[in-house]
């Protein structure tokens, strides 16, 4: 159950780092190749948001 705990966590401090980098992409950026990493970097952090979600929901029905 500890392992949950660590996905949950993770999960939590995605979400946040994703709500900084869209923030700071709104605010805006000083050049072009910062903006282009800033989105890199938010799309590279919800796939890996979606992927733990996804391993959640295999985990949650195969315990069913």
Do not use: C, P, W
């Not at 700071?24 to 903006?35: A, E, F, H, Q």
Request: net charge negative; glycine share 4%.
């Amino acid at each position: 159950m500890e392992e949950l705990n660590v996905v949950y966590r993770l999960q939590k401090y995605l979400k946040e780092v994703i709500q900084d980098h869209k923030d700071t992409i709104m605010t805006g950026v000083d050049s072009m190749d910062k903006y282009k990493y800033l989105i890199g970097k938010v799309q590279a952090f919800e796939q890996t948001q979606q992927e733990l979600s996804n391993l959640l929901d295999r985990k949650e029905h195969k315990d069913d």
